[in-house]
C-alpha cells in the first residue's frame, strides 16, 4: 500500500464516520421527543453531513481521479464503506441514539484534537474546524446520557439497555491496521492507542454520574473499517443511495 | 383597577388598533380578538411542525451532500418556526403541548397542502417554490399584523424564510433543463401541486365568515383572493422562464384586469381534504403523535433529573 | 403519562460585543443548562449571537399596563431633561 493510498483510506474512514452517522440523525427530523431537541440533533446531523463534505474533498484530492465528493459518498458498494460498525446501528429511540453518540463523540473529541497536530496542514484545518463541533455534541450527549441515566426508573432502564447493547461496538473505535501504521509513521495521522484509556475514563467518569454501568460480558465486534458491515447499513444504503442509482450521471 | 366599561375599552382598543399602535401580551383585548389570534397563530405553528414531515420524507433520499445539508437546514427552520409562533402564542396565555394536543386530536387545523404526498425529489424543489412562495405572500403583511409577539415572529420567520424558496427554485430550473426525466419528474410535481397551492389561500373570499373582522383588527391585511391572485400573477411567469406548463386550460392573461384569469379550483376537494379526508391526513397526525408519544419519557427523565438537581443544590 | 411540561423560559441574545442583550423570545427546557443549549440551536442558528441569557418567564416581573400612563406619562411634560431644551448662542460648539 503506497501512502497516498493508505492516507485517502485513513480520511475516507473518518468522512464515511460522519456520513453514516449523519444520515441516522437525519432520520429524527421531523420525529425528535419534544421541538428543542428536534432543532439540536438536526444541528449535529448537519455538522456531520458538512465534515463529511470536508473530508471527502480531501479524499478526492488526494486520490487524483477528478471524482466528485457525491460519488464517493453515494456510489461505492456496501464494502467499500469502512465506517464503524457503531455509527451504523439505528436509532430504535433516543436513548439507543444519545449513547451511541456520546461513544462516539469521547473519541473524536480525542481523535481530533491530536488530529490538529498532523502534517497535513489541509487535514489539521479540518479537525481544528471540526473539533468545536464536535465539543458541543460531547457536551449535548454527555448532558443528555446523565439526565437519562439519572432521570426516572424507565429512562434509566431504556439507557442501560442501550449501553449494553451499543457496547459490543465500542473497541472497534481504536482499531488500526495498516493503514493508521503507515500516516502514523508519517505525523499524518494519530495512534488512537494512545488515548484508549481516556476514552475509558471520560466514560467511565459520565456513567458514574449518570449511575450507569459498563456490562460485565465485553465480548467485542469489528469489520467495518475492513467493509464487513452488520445487516444495518445495506438498507441505509440503498434508501441512501437511491436517487443517484436510479438515475445516474444527472446534476441536482 | 380599571373601572372602564367593556364598550369603552373596545372603543380604545380599536382607536389603538387603527393608529397602527401594536397589541402587547399584557394589554386589555376584547375575547373575541384573543381567541382569534390564538386559533391563527397556533394553525400557523402547527402548519410548519406538519409541514415539515412531507419533506422530511427526503431528507434521507437527497441525490447529493449538498442538496442532504439545505433540504436539513430547511426542514429544521420549520421547526424553529414552529417554535416561534407557539411561542407568540404562548403570550397570550395558550400552553403550547396542549395546543399540540388539540392538533393530535384532530381539532385544530393546519395547511391543507401537507396533506398531500411528495412523491419523487422534484417535489421537494416544487415545495419550496410553490408552497413556501404561497407561504411568504401570505406571511409578509403578517410582519405588520397588530399583535407585537406575533408581528416580531413572523418578521423572523421572513428573515429565515428567503431562502427557502430560492433553494426549491433552483431545483426546479436545474431539472427543467437537465435529462428529459428530470423534465418529466418536475412538470408531474408542478401537476400535482399546482391546485392544492392555489387552495392555501384558503376559501373564496365570499365563503370567509372571518376575513372581514380579522382585517379590521389588522392580523389579516389582505384577503385571501387578493393573495391568490397576487400569487398567480408572479408564479405564472417564472413557469414560463423555466419552460414548465400550469395546468389550467383556463389560464389567461386579461389585459382589462391586468392580471391572469385561472380556472375553476375544486373546493369540494380543499374541504375534504380540511376535514381529514386527504391522502395523508392520517399519517401527518400519526408521525406527530407518535413523535410525542415516544418522546414522553424523554420529557419526564429530564423533569425528574433538574428537580433531582435542585434538591441536591439546597442541600448543599 | 405525565402531563407535567418542561418550564417556560425567556431568552436574551447579544449579537455583538458592545451591545446588550436583547429579548428574542421563549422556548421550553427542563433545566437552565438545557435552555442555553436549546436557545442556540434555534435562536442563534444564523450567527445571531455571541453571548445568552436565559431566565425562567415565571420569574419575570413586568410593570401592568394598566399603570402605564401614572408610570411613563409624567416623564413626558419634563422636557428640561433633554438637551434641546437649552438655546445656546450661535457659534458655541463642542456642547
Known amino acids: 500500500m503506497t501512502t497516498q493510498e493508505a492516507f485517502y483510506n485513513y480520511i475516507v474512514r473518518f468522512g464515511d464516520d460522519s456520513l453514516i452517522l449523519g444520515q441516522r440523525l437525519s432520520e429524527w427530523c421531523g420525529h425528535g421527543p419534544i421541538l428543542e431537541e428536534d432543532i439540536a440533533l438536526t444541528n449535529i446531523a448537519l455538522d456531520l453531513i458538512g465534515q463529511t463534505t470536508n473530508l471527502f474533498e480531501l479524499a478526492v484530492q488526494i486520490e487524483g481521479k477528478g471524482k466528485d465528493v457525491d460519488q464517493l459518498a453515494f456510489l461505492r458498494l456496501e464494502k467499500e464503506y469502512t465506517n464503524l460498525l457503531l455509527v451504523e446501528q439505528p436509532n430504535v429511540d433516543f436513548g439507543y441514539t444519545i449513547v451511541r453518540q456520546f461513544f462516539f463523540d469521547v473519541f473524536r473529541k480525542l481523535t481530533f484534537e491530536a488530529l490538529c497536530q498532523s502534517s497535513d496542514e489541509k487535514l489539521a484545518a479540518i479537525a481544528e474546524k471540526s473539533l468545536k463541533e464536535i465539543k458541543y455534541h460531547l457536551k449535548h450527549s454527555s448532558e443528555w446520557v446523565i439526565r437519562l441515566g439519572d432521570g426516572t426508573e424507565e429512562s434509566h432502564t431504556r439507557v442501560q439497555a442501550a449501553v449494553n447493547t451499543l457496547w459490543k461496538f465500542t473497541n472497534e473505535l481504536f482499531y488500526q491496521d495498516e493503514v493508521d501504521q503507515k500516516v502514523i509513521e508519517l505525523g499524518l495521522g494519530v495512534d488512537t492507542s494512545l488515548f484508549k484509556e481516556a476514552w475509558q475514563l471520560h466514560v467511565e467518569k459520565v456513567f458514574t454520574e449518570a449511575t450507569l454501568t459498563i456490562p460485565a460480558n465485553t465480548w467485542q465486534h469489528e469489520g467495518g473499517r475492513k467493509g464487513t458491515h452488520t445487516e444495518h447499513l445495506g438498507y441505509l444504503l440503498s434508501e441512501m443511495q437511491y436517487m443517484q442509482r436510479a438515475y445516474p450521471n444527472m446534476e441536482w | 383597577m380599571s373601572t372602564k366599561n367593556i364598550e369603552e375599552l373596545e372603543k ?9 399602535i401594536k397589541i402587547e401580551p399584557n394589554d386589555w383585548m376584547p375575547e373575541a380578538y384573543r ?3 390564538m386559533r391563527q397563530i397556533s394553525q400557523h405553528a402547527h402548519s410548519e411542525i406538519v409541514g415539515m414531515l412531507p419533506e422530511g420524507n427526503w431528507i434521507t433520499r437527497a441525490p447529493s ?12 427552520d420549520e421547526a424553529g418556526h414552529g417554535l416561534y409562533l407557539y411561542s407568540a402564542a404562548e403570550t397570550l396565555g395558550l400552553d403550547r403541548e396542549s395546543s399540540i394536543d388539540d392538533l393530535h386530536s384532530g381539532k385544530a387545523k393546519y395547511s391543507s397542502i401537507f396533506n398531500y404526498p411528495t412523491l419523487s425529489w422534484a417535489d421537494m424543489g416544487t415545495i419550496g417554490w410553490l408552497v413556501d412562495g404561497a407561504a411568504i405572500m401570505n406571511q409578509v403583511p403578517l410582519c405588520r399584523c397588530s399583535y407585537g409577539p406575533y408581528a416580531r415572529a413572523m418578521v423572523r420567520v421572513c428573515k429565515e424564510e428567503s431562502f427557502h424558496q430560492r433553494q426549491g427554485f433552483e431545483i426546479v430550473s436545474l431539472l427543467a433543463n437537465g435529462t428529459p426525466e428530470q423534465k418529466q419528474m418536475v412538470q408531474d410535481s408542478l401537476n400535482r401541486f399546482w391546485w392544492p397551492a392555489l387552495m392555501m389561500f384558503g376559501p373564496n373570499d365570499d365563503n370567509s365568515p372571518n376575513s372581514a373582522q380579522s382585517v379590521k383588527w389588522k392580523i389579516k391585511r389582505m384577503s385571501n383572493d387578493e393573495l391568490r391572485q397576487q400569487f398567480i400573477d408572479v408564479t405564472v411567469l417564472q413557469a414560463e422562464m423555466v419552460g414548465l406548463t400550469i395546468p389550467d386550460k383556463d389560464l389567461k392573461w386579461n389585459e382589462a384586469t391586468g392580471h391572469y384569469d385561472f380556472g375553476a379550483i375544486n373546493w369540494e376537494e380543499f374541504n375534504q381534504v380540511i376535514q381529514g379526508n386527504g391522502p395523508c391526513n392520517k399519517d401527518r397526525i400519526d408521525a406527530r403523535r407518535n413523535a410525542k408519544e415516544n418522546g414522553a ?18 442541600t448543599h | 403519562m405525565s402531563s407535567k411540561e418542561w418550564p ?6 447579544r449579537s455583538k460585543q458592545g451591545l446588550s442583550h436583547k429579548h428574542v423570545g421563549s422556548l421550553r427546557a427542563a433545566d437552565a443548562q438545557m435552555a442555553i443549549d436549546n436557545a442556540r440551536d434555534v435562536y442563534t442558528r444564523r450567527s445571531e449571537g455571541i453571548s445568552i441569557w436565559v431566565i425562567e418567564s415565571k420569574l419575570v416581573t413586568a410593570s401592568d399596563p394598566d399603570e402605564s400612563a401614572e408610570l411613563f406619562e ?4 419634563k422636557i428640561y431633561r433633554h438637551p434641546t431644551f437649552y438655546n445656546v448662542p450661535d457659534g458655541i460648539s463642542h456642547m
Not at chain 2, 380604545?12 to 397602527?20: L, R, S, T, W
Not at chain 2, 451532500?65 to 429544521?76: E, M, N, T
Not at chain 2, 419519557?297 to 439546597?314: D, T
Open chain 2, 12 to 20: 380604545e382598543f380599536q382607536a389603538k388598533i387603527d393608529a397602527d
Open chain 2, 35 to 37: 381567541k382569534t389570534l
Open chain 2, 65 to 76: 451532500l449538498k442538496r442532504k445539508a439545505v433540504l436539513l437546514a430547511k426542514v429544521q
Open chain 2, 297 to 314: 419519557w424523554v420529557r419526564e427523565a429530564a423533569n425528574a433529573f433538574a428537580e433531582k438537581r435542585k434538591k441536591k443544590e439546597l
Open chain 3, 8 to 13: 417556560l423560559w425567556e431568552v436574551f441574545i
Open chain 3, 74 to 77: 409624567p416623564a413626558d411634560s
